[in-house]
């Protein structure tokens, strides 16, 4: 049975990483339509992309005609529409906290390590794949020292981010520690952020939006 919904991914992009999680802890079937962010300049920047999105990034997410951009409104849409198993914690101080832990990751350290960000630095600044690496190792290193005190001073920390379930913080914390690997951070200083990525790897959920797992990855 077909899906209503369709996600526009990218294997590697964080955002729709977040999303792909988000999807999966909820249950939800979708159909992936890949843009290639790197093939012919960046199928992003193709009118017919443009059409889905104005400002040429990823994810976008179609609902029974319905287009819904940027991944926190994405994720929050789904938790209002499809709101069993909830993303979000019932109480408004508990929502908030989460909310708060996730934007860390989705709006302070995942713009600045950005595709379009690091093309620039590269073909405007003059920044070599050393100085790149030096560039996003920094950020998710400021991010990372707020967010392991967030979560190592809280009693609301469980074995996630937020209690005993998985919700929207663990599905921004698991892309931007999949970044940090993937820039090689030193990871000792953030003993929380580890030790609850490392409860998420085993899901179903995690492991089929892992990057490596999606249609658009190339071979191993």
């Not at 499809?82 to 934007?103: E, I």
């Not at 998985?166 to 953030?190: E, H, I, M, S, T």
Request: aromatic share 8%.
């Amino acid at each position: 049975m077909a899906s209503d919904l369709a996600l526009y991914s990218y294997w590697r992009s964080s955002a729709a990483y977040r999303v792909r999680i988000a999807l999966n802890l909820k249950g939800l079937a979708y159909e992936t339509r890949p843009v290639h962010l790197l093939r012919d300049g960046g199928e992003q920047h193709a009118a017919a992309y443009q059409a889905v999105n104005p400002l040429e990034l990823i994810p976008s997410l179609t609902d029974a005609g319905q287009t819904i951009t940027q991944s926190m409104a994405i994720m929050e849409y789904l938790d209002e529409t499809r709101p069993t198993p909830a993303l979000l914690p019932t109480d408004a101080v508990g929502r908030a906290r989460v909310r708060g832990l996730a934007l860390i990751l989705a709006c302070d350290v995942h713009p600045l390590g950005n595709l379009r960000v690091l093309q620039y630095l590269e073909s405007q600044l003059g920044a070599d794949e050393a100085a790149r690496g030096e560039w996003s190792r920094h950020w998710i290193a400021v991010g990372f020292h707020a967010l392991e005190a967030g979560l190592a001073g809280s009693a609301a920390t469980g074995r996630f981010c937020h209690g005993d379930t998985p919700g929207l913080a663990d599905a921004c914390l698991v892309p931007q520690f999949y970044n940090a690997l993937r820039w090689k951070l030193p990871l000792d200083a953030y003993p929380t952020i580890r030790r609850i990525y490392e409860a998420c790897q085993p899901l179903e959920a995690f492991q089929h939006a892992a990057p490596e797992m999606q249609p658009d990855a190339p071979p191993a």
